[in-house]
C-alpha cells in the first residue's frame, strides 16, 4: 500500500463529514487535505482507542518526533510521506502539526475546563489550527480568511462538544465549561451518570446557540475574495450545522446516543453548496 492509499483509506474509513468536502476539490489539494486529516485522525486515535494513559503519551511523543523528523527531511509513517510533498506548496507548517498534538496530550492530561476561555484554548488548537492549515490548502487570498477559519473550526468543535457529552462521559470527561454547569445548576456527577433534566436541556441549548452565533460571525468573516476557494469549508458547516440542527430538533437527547446524518444526507449538502452555493 503506497502512502497517498494509506491516507485515502484512513480518511474514507473515518465516515466523517470532512470527506465529502474533500470530494468536489482539484486533485492536487484534495491529495494534501487527505493526507493532513489523515494526521489529525491517526493523532486523534492515540487519544480515543488507547486506554493506558502512559502508552497515550509515548504515542503522542513518538508522534511529535516524527513531525520534527518529517520536516528534517526523514519521514517514516505512510501518513508524513503522503503529507510533506504537499508542506511547501501550502506552506503548512511544522508549528501547526506540533499545535494539533499538542490539544490531543490535553486530553490525557485534562478531564474538565473551567470557563469558556479556558475550553476556547483547547478549541484552538485541534480545531482552529485545523481550520487554518486547511483553509491554506484550499486557498486564501486574503489574510482575513484565516480569522474566518479559525472562528469555522471552534465552531464545528463545539458542534462536537455537543454531539459527544454521552462518549465523553463515558471517559469520564466533561468539556462543557464548568461555570456554565454552575450558572444551570447542572452537577458533574449528573452528566458523568447521564441523567436527564430540563436543566441539562437548558444548559445545551445555551451552547447550542453559541455555536450558532459563532457559524453567523464565521461566514460574516470569509472575504468575498475567497469564497470560492472556501467552499469545502463552507460545505462542512452546511453539515456540521443540520446535524447541530437535528440535536436540537430531537431534544438534546445527547447522553445515550450519538445523532449523525447518513452518508447521502451528508454528501446531498456538500453537493447543494458546490452546486448552488446553498446551506
Not at 177 to 205: C, W
Request: net charge neutral; with cysteine.
Amino acid at each position: 500500500m503506497t502512502p497517498q492509499e494509506y491516507v485515502q483509506d484512513k480518511a474514507a474509513a473515518s465516515g466523517s463529514s470532512f470527506y465529502y468536502a474533500f470530494m468536489f476539490l482539484p486533485k492536487p489539494r484534495r491529495a494534501a487535505i487527505t493526507a493532513f486529516y489523515a494526521f489529525c485522525r491517526e493523532v486523534d486515535d492515540v487519544v480515543d482507542e488507547v486506554t493506558d494513559p502512559g502508552l497515550a503519551q509515548t504515542k503522542l511523543a513518538w508522534w511529535q518526533a516524527e513531525v520534527s523528523k518529517s520536516f528534517g527531511g526523514q519521514p517514516s509513517h505512510p501518513v508524513m510521506k503522503a503529507l510533506m510533498p504537499c508542506v511547501p506548496v501550502f506552506g503548512i507548517e511544522e508549528r501547526q502539526l506540533h499545535a494539533v498534538i499538542e490539544g490531543c496530550r490535553m486530553d490525557l492530561q485534562q478531564t474538565r475546563y473551567l470557563d469558556f476561555p479556558a475550553l476556547e484554548r483547547y478549541c484552538h488548537l485541534v480545531a482552529g489550527v485545523v481550520g487554518e492549515v486547511s483553509a491554506r490548502i484550499f486557498g486564501v487570498v486574503d489574510p482575513l480568511t484565516i480569522d474566518y477559519a479559525h472562528k469555522l473550526g471552534l465552531a464545528f468543535q463545539l458542534t462536537n462538544i455537543i454531539r459527544d457529552v454521552g462518549e465523553d462521559a463515558l471517559r469520564g470527561r466533561i468539556y462543557l465549561p464548568l461555570s456554565e454547569l454552575q450558572t444551570f445548576d447542572v452537577k458533574a456527577h449528573e452528566i458523568l451518570n447521564r441523567k436527564y433534566s430540563g436543566r441539562f436541556t437548558a444548559l445545551m441549548r445555551f451552547e447550542a446557540e453559541r455555536a450558532h452565533r459563532l457559524y453567523d460571525e464565521a461566514i460574516a468573516l470569509l472575504p468575498a475574495a475567497d469564497r470560492r476557494n472556501q467552499k469545502p469549508g463552507l460545505m462542512m458547516a452546511s453539515i456540521y450545522r443540520t446535524l447541530l440542527r437535528e440535536i436540537e430538533r430531537d431534544g438534546f437527547q445527547v447522553l445515550h446516543q450519538r445523532v449523525s446524518l447518513t452518508p447521502l444526507r451528508k454528501f446531498w449538502l456538500a453537493w447543494k453548496m458546490q452546486a448552488l452555493g446553498m446551506m
